[in-house]
């Protein structure tokens, strides 16, 4: 990487924290505009795009952006360099191809990134491979079968430890699936300073966790992080030392809500499910058009998802659905068709809106992943930061590799 961490970790601190008024705010919970006043002429121009336009500027946040008008030219400019994290410096060897006998099982999008990911996992002499939160092993499998040794593989549901272990039987590879909850204390006992831990898309405090633990003994690790906000903390406490201090010193505070931004990307989803989330969306915000009127309270109610496989035919039904979730008595008649377009004009708004936020979110992610290669650094690792594939094969595309010096 040609930038330095902490060079590039400082720089996007205080750009986070500079322009946090505008890109925190959830312009989904707010029926006004969310910026303070000097920002709502931006709001009238967002406001203004047409849908094209709109959908162009989600998929190149950056390219020829109104922002550029409000935000100093200097600072989109430097977001665009802080962003650039070349494939290179983590990928150390060349890709290779695995036979496709071996994707058997694997879903067709997470074989693929097995297959970027496992030839930037570099094994040590003397190391043993384990994998981190492994589900049915599909990585585990291809790691012992690419590398030709053992490895262990710890994930907490049993179910997935079964058809794991048939899967390895069945193809032969040396994987032992082993049920162990990673946030339990007896997973200490699965590191050493000889452990090389991959793990691929583990969860925040899943992939806290083992850096944690990683930093007390050592083991190497071949990291790809994921879902920041899977955590139980309400605000983010850094993992590293320098980002306490830069967060403390420039008053960067974030909230698990905010971590969710860091992996919100929807141009990468298929075309049907985008349309899909953006119809459940004005749905959500019609009904909270109505429960603000209905309870005479002008404040955003969150409502749950609704369970998996479970769907509701028509907006009503949805609003009962979600009424009911709620506690909310709805009254006998409704202007159903009144509330329905009032969720569809928001959610043109709030699309347009969120185009701010879009420009921090790849620049929010980093600063996490930084976050975390700086907390290795300071326990004595050498780390690389890079990413494993292309971002249109996962958007979760970044990559640490540490191993003690
Ligand atoms: C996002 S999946 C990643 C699975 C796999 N690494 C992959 O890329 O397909 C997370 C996995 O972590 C497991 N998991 C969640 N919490 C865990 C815990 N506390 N201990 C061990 N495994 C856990 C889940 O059951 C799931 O299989």
């Known amino acids: 990487m040609s930038l330095d961490k902490r060079a590039r970790f400082a720089h996007l601190t205080v750009l986070l924290a500079e322009w946090q008024e505008l ?17 709502h002429a931006l709001a009238r121009r967002l406001l203004l795009l047409g849908d094209a336009e709109c959908a162009r500027l989600q998929a190149e946040p950056f390219i ?20 650039e994290i070349p494939a290179g410096e ?12 071996w994707s ?29 939160c492994a589900g049915k092993g599909h990585l585990a499998r291809t790691l012992a079968r690419r590398h030709n040794v053992d490895v262990t593989a710890l994930e907490w549901q049993a179910g997935l430890c079964d058809a794991g272990t048939r899967l390895a039987e069945r193809q032969g590879a040396a994987v032992r699936l082993v049920r162990q909850d990673v946030m339990a204390e007896g997973a200490v006992e699965w590191l050493s300073s000889t452990t090389h831990v991959a793990a691929l898309h583990a969860c925040g405090d899943l992939h806290e966790r083992l850096i944690e633990l990683s930093a007390e003994h050592g083991s190497a690790l071949t990291l790809a992080p994921c879902c920041y906000h899977r955590t139980v903390d309400e605000r983010y406490r850094p993992l590293s030392c320098l980002g306490r ?11 698990r809500e905010d971590l969710a931004m860091a992996v919100q990307e929807t141009v990468t989803a298929p075309r049907h499910v985008r349309q899909h989330r953006e119809a459940a969306n004005a749905w959500r915000l019609g009904f909270d058009a109505l429960q603000r009127d209905v309870q005479g ?5 969150p409502v749950p998802s609704l369970a998996y496989g479970q769907h509701t035919e028509t907006f009503a039904d949805f609003c009962r659905w ?13 202007d159903w068709c009144a509330y329905e377009q009032e969720g569809q004009r928001r959610q043109a708004e709030v699309t347009r809106l969120e185009l701010v936020r879009q420009l921090f979110r ?27 594939c292309p971002r249109k094969l996962t958007p979760r595309n970044l990559l640490l590799r540490a191993s003690r010096c």
């Open 297 to 301: 309270v002008d404040a955003y109610l």
């Open 64 to 83: 020829d952006s109104p922002l550029a008008d409000w935000l100093p030219v200097s600072a989109l400019a430097e977001l665009v360099t802080l962003t």
């Open 322 to 334: 979600a009424s009911v979730q709620k506690g909310i008595d709805l009254p006998s008649r409704v």
């Open 245 to 255: 201090q830069l967060a403390e010193t420039h008053e960067l505070v974030l909230e």
């Open 90 to 101: 983590a990928a150390g060897e060349r890709e290779e191809g695995l036979p496709a006998a």
């Open 362 to 388: 790849r620049p929010l992610e980093i600063w996490l992943v930084l976050d975390r290669a700086l907390r290795l650094e300071e326990a004595g690792f050498s780390v690389e930061l890079g990413t494993f």
């Open 23 to 39: 890109w925190r705010p959830l312009p989904f919970t707010h029926r006004d505009i969310p910026w303070p006043a000097p920002f």
């Open 104 to 132: 058997v099982h694997i879903g067709g999008r997470k074989w693929q990134q097995i297959v970027s990911f496992v030839p930037r996992v570099t094994l040590g002499p003397e190391q043993q491979l384990m994998e981190w």
